[in-house]
């Protein structure tokens, strides 16, 4: 930032207007004015939205509002550009790049809770804030209002970390517990977050994992130097999971399912995906509820027995808290603004990290090793666990158990309905199989194989099955 502290004023163009960006406006207009104290204030100058009719402070603050963002990223008194449009549209997170770097060019700082942006475009913003000087703040991107960035480069800036994993995705969390707890189908509990506004009106960024991948884009970057684009990471959703899936995890396995992101180092590389995972009952992570975030951190240097050249179980650190919604992601935003304003160190060579980037390689999705659960749904006959048995064998992956429940009528007809299938509830066998550790590219294989089978009625629904 150009301007001294001893202004006590930090002027803020604010890019959007929509849940995150009201609320950093109700902040600044009601709350940080009445209730905060500090040696400076915050005060919004030019807010750029595409309808400032509609929006709830334009009526006392009309000529604040403009309807182009030019008028907020060249204002010359804004210091800091606070950029929280939000999407997942190609065309869209290109155009927010650009506005990014136009804010650098004239400038500013740049406070974003645009984790997509990033996610695609970070190497050519970060090359941007180094060339003119400028700052870039990315706190709200990764897990709302839990303070996992700041928390990582500053309070565990000498460690050597281990993993980085949790939940990161409060739709998926939400849709996931309502299942669980109330037997609810995915599409059920979907449209209650939607009602309760957890979950978008199209939710398939959430859904599929898209969001959770650019968090762990950023994540990774952060904890183990890693510059990847969306694509690279192995990615799964939450679409296949069904009630009974959480009938068998918990009946049969003494386990749920969450949706994580993990990155973890195994060797020269990162073990790194977004899944569903099947998570026992005893881990921190299973009781986990509704849209909250959680994210461990696992350091190396910190375990009470490390000595140089020796190992180390390290300990593992959690950071809980809300991660979505308006309020949150606008406490993170306005700490980033806060932290600028006090005239922090900069972060102009690009994402901080605990170690040097070019360290660690990304793992490619094949080969990926873990124990995994697979949930099939056949034509209830003789000798299909058999034969998917053999198939397993010959693609050098051994069985560790075979869960099949007894299971009711009306349990049966709702998962037929669910798939729209035509067999009556008498003639659908489900029944799950885990496997020991092996490569996702094995496994790939073994079930394009099954997948053929006469019997199969639907795609066996896999993902793996969580390990310290």
Request: aromatic fraction near 8%.
């Amino acid at each position: 930032m150009s301007k001294s502290k001893a202004q006590h004023k930090i002027r803020l163009g604010l890019l959007g207007s929509g849940t995150v960006g009201e609320a950093v406006q109700q902040f600044i207009f009601e709350d940080l004015k009445r209730k905060m104290r500090r040696d400076f204030k915050l005060e919004i100058v030019k807010i750029y939205t595409r309808d400032p009719a509609e929006k709830k402070w334009f009526s006392t603050h009309p000529t604040l509002f403009t309807t182009k963002p030019e008028e907020v990223i060249d204002h010359p008194e804004v210091d800091i550009v606070v950029e929280a449009l939000g999407s997942q549209q190609e065309k869209q997170l290109a155009v927010f790049r650009d506005y990014i770097i136009r804010a650098f060019e004239k400038g500013k700082a740049v406070v974003t809770s645009d984790k997509a942006v990033l996610a695609k475009f970070g190497k050519e913003i970060w090359a941007a804030a180094r060339r003119c000087g400028q700052e870039l703040r990315f706190e709200a991107c990764v897990g709302g209002g839990v303070p996992i960035i700041r928390s990582l480069t500053e309070s565990f800036a000498v460690e050597e970390p281990e993993a980085i994993y949790g939940i990161v995705n409060g739709t998926c969390n939400y849709v996931l517990s309502e299942m669980k707890k109330g037997g609810k189908s995915y599409e059920g509990a979907l449209r209650e977050a939607q009602d309760r506004g957890y979950a978008e009106t199209n939710p398939k960024s959430d859904t599929s994992g898209e969001d959770a991948e650019a968090k762990l884009i950023l994540l990774a970057a952060v904890t183990f130097g890693l510059h990847v684009k969306p694509g690279v990471i192995w990615r799964k959703g939450i679409e296949e999971i069904h009630a009974i899936d959480f009938l068998y995890a918990d009946r049969k396995g003494s386990h749920t399912i969450k949706h994580l992101a993990v990155a973890r180092k195994d060797g020269g590389s990162v073990e790194a995906f977004v899944s569903p995972v099947l998570v026992p009952h005893d881990h921190f992570l299973s009781a986990v509820d509704g849209p909250t975030n959680a994210i461990f951190f696992k350091g190396k240097r910190s375990g009470e027995n490390h000595r140089e050249g020796q190992g180390s179980q390290g300990w593992s650190y959690v950071f809980a808290g809300p991660g979505a919604g308006g309020r949150p992601t606008a406490v993170a935003i306005l700490g980033d603004v806060c932290e600028l304003a006090r005239g922090r160190p900069g972060r102009l060579a690009g994402p901080p990290s605990l170690v040097a980037p070019g360290t660690f390689s990304v793992q490619s999705e094949d080969q990926i090793c873990a124990c995994f659960y697979v949930r099939f749904v056949v034509k209830d006959q003789a000798g299909i666990v058999g034969d998917i048995g053999q198939t397993f064998g010959e693609a050098g992956i051994n069985i560790s158990e075979i869960w099949q429940l007894s299971h009711s009528r009306d349990e049966l007809q709702v998962l037929g309905q669910s798939y729209r299938l035509a067999e009556k509830p008498r003639e659908l066998l489900p029944f799950v199989i885990t496997l020991e550790r092996a490569p996702i590219g094995q496994l790939k294989k073994a079930l394009e194989i099954i997948g053929q089978k006469d019997y199969i009625l639907v795609d066996p629904v896999w993902f793996p099955i969580w390990r310290d």
